[in-house]
C-alpha cells in the first residue's frame, strides 16, 4: 500500500505537469516548475514517515520547516555573516579585481602570456587546500572567507572577460584604428559593450562558486556564527534538520543572487541576439 501511494502522488504530479506543458502562457511556465517542486517535497515527506526513516539519516520537509521556523534569528545572523558578508563581498572584490587585469591583459600581449597560466594554476588549486592558509592569513572573521571566494571566482571571471574584449569584429577595430581613438575611447564604445555577454556567463557562473567558497571557508575557522560553522557544529550534535535548514537558506540565497544577475543582465545586454530571441 505504501508503494502503490507513492506511485499515485508521482504519477499524479507527473500527469499534471505533462497537462500544463501543452499550453503555452505564463502560467503555466510558473505552475510546472512549483508542481514539480510540490511533488517532490510530497513524496519526500512519505517516504519519511511510511519508512520510519530516522531523522538523524533523513529529516522530513516538515521537521526542516520547524527546524526554519525555530531558528530564524541564527539562520539570519548566518546569512548575514556567509552570504552578506563573506560571499557577497568576495565576488564583488573578485569580480572588479578580473575586470581590470582582463583589460590590462587586453592591452598588453606580454601579460596575456604570463597572467592567464598563473590565473589557471591558481583556479586549479583545491579550496580545502588553500581556504585554511587564508584563514590563517586574514582571521577567523568574514575576510578570510572573502578572500577564498575571490580565490574562485577570479580566473573564470577573467577568462570569460579575456574572451569578450578580444570577441569585436576586426573591420570594428580597423574601423576605430583609422579614426585614429585613443585605447580608452575603443574600450568604452567598442570592447566593454562586446564583452558584456561573456562577462555576464562568468558573473552567473561564480554566483554559485561564492556561495560554496564561503560556506567551506568557514569550516576551517570561524567566529561563533556562519553557515558552515553552523553545519558543521550542528552535525555533531546529530541536528540534521538545522542543518537542512541552513542548507535550503544557501539555496534561496543561490537562487536568488544568480536570478538578480541575470536580471541585470537583461537589462545591459537587451541589445544581444541572445536576450531578443529569449524575450521573443
Known sequence: MT???????????????????????????????????????????????????PSVILPAPSQIGASFAANLPILWTDFVQTILRGALGGWLIGAAAAVLTAIAIDRSPFLQRGLLPIGNFVAALPIVGIAPILVMWFGFDWHSKAAVVVVMVFFPILVNMVAGLAATDPMQRDLMATWAAPYGASLWKMRLPAAMPFLFNGLKI????????????????????????????????????????????????????????????KKVTFWHPSQRNHQG
Open 3 to 53: 508503494l502503490a501511494a507513492i506511485l499515485v502522488v508521482w504519477l499524479g504530479g507527473w500527469a499534471l505537469n505533462l497537462w500544463l506543458s501543452r499550453r503555452d502562457s505564463r502560467a503555466s511556465r510558473i505552475l510546472v516548475p512549483l508542481i514539480f517542486g510540490a511533488t517532490l517535497l510530497i513524496l519526500w515527506e512519505m517516504i519519511v514517515r511510511l519508512y520510519a526513516v
Open 206 to 265: 561564480t554566483t554559485t562558486l561564492a556561495l560554496i567558497g564561503a560556506i567551506v571557508a568557514e569550516f576551517f575557522g570561524s567566529p561563533t556564527r556562519g553557515m558552515g560553522f553552523r553545519i558543521s557544529t550542528a552535525v555533531g550534535r546529530l541536528d540534521l534538520p538545522l542543518v537542512w535548514a541552513e542548507i535550503l537558506v544557501a539555496a534561496m540565497a543561490g537562487s536568488l543572487f544568480y536570478g538578480i544577475v541575470a536580471l541585470i543582465e
